[in-house]
């Protein structure tokens, strides 16, 4: 849902089902893998952020996050009290501007939150933050597409047609290593930008 306040009832009424408590192991696998700590990377919708929290602790410098529930960004303060504050943002998404541009926007139950009138917007939103060679990373849900989300999924047809015209597919494939509970049910994608 795009309302603040469904998610900040669900922060404030501890009904977070989506929250595995950890960093996926997906995209541990992933992050152990890059070698360049000064890329600039986003996680949008982070949550509890404990992908933020992983990338910091491995020492990249440069990790940006946004949500715009108050809850999960002090909870994710609290742990790490030495991390920029400026650099966890609280607004939405879609209507926030920043002068950075990133090499890399993580993709982690953010984009199957939304609601699916949002996803062309999501698109655009992605594609207007990240640098010229820049990239989304990450995991998104491959259930059938119902009314019924968040989380709301779809296939991996419909994520063509929504970013080939913006995006390079490298990758759109079954992930390997879910974590139990999402295995057959999440696909990996590496999305490249396209330059105009
Ligand atoms: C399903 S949760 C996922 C949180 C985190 N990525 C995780 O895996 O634990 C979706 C998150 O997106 C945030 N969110 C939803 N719509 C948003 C928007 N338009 N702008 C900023 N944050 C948004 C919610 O507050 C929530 O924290």
Request: net charge negative; proline share 6%.
């Amino acid at each position: 849902m795009n309302k603040k306040e469904f998610w900040d009832n669900k922060y404030l009424n501890n009904k977070t089902g989506w929250d595995i408590g950890y960093a996926s192991t997906p995209l541990v696998k992933y992050f152990d893998q890059i070698s360049d700590k000064d890329l600039f990377i986003l996680i949008p919708g982070v949550g509890n952020g404990y992908e933020l929290e992983y990338l910091w602790k491995a020492g990249f410098k440069n990790v940006y996050a946004i949500d715009f529930s108050e809850k999960p960004i002090k909870n994710f303060l609290d742990r790490n009290p030495d991390f920029p504050e400026k650099q966890i943002i609280c607004n939405d998404f879609f209507e926030w501007s920043i002068s950075i541009k990133f090499d890399l926007i993580i993709e982690q139950t953010f984009f199957c939150a939304i609601p699916p009138a949002l996803r062309k917007q999501y698109v655009k939103q992605t594609y207007r933050l990240l640098s010229e060679q820049g990239k989304i990373s990450g995991l998104m849900f491959t259930f059938p597409l119902t009314e019924s989300g968040p989380p709301f999924g779809g296939s991996i047809e419909e994520y063509q047609g929504l970013f080939r015209e913006k995006f390079t597919i490298r990758k759109m494939e079954e992930c390997y290593n879910s974590i139990p509970p999402r295995q057959g049910n999440e696909l990996f994608v590496i999305l490249e930008k396209k330059i105009d």
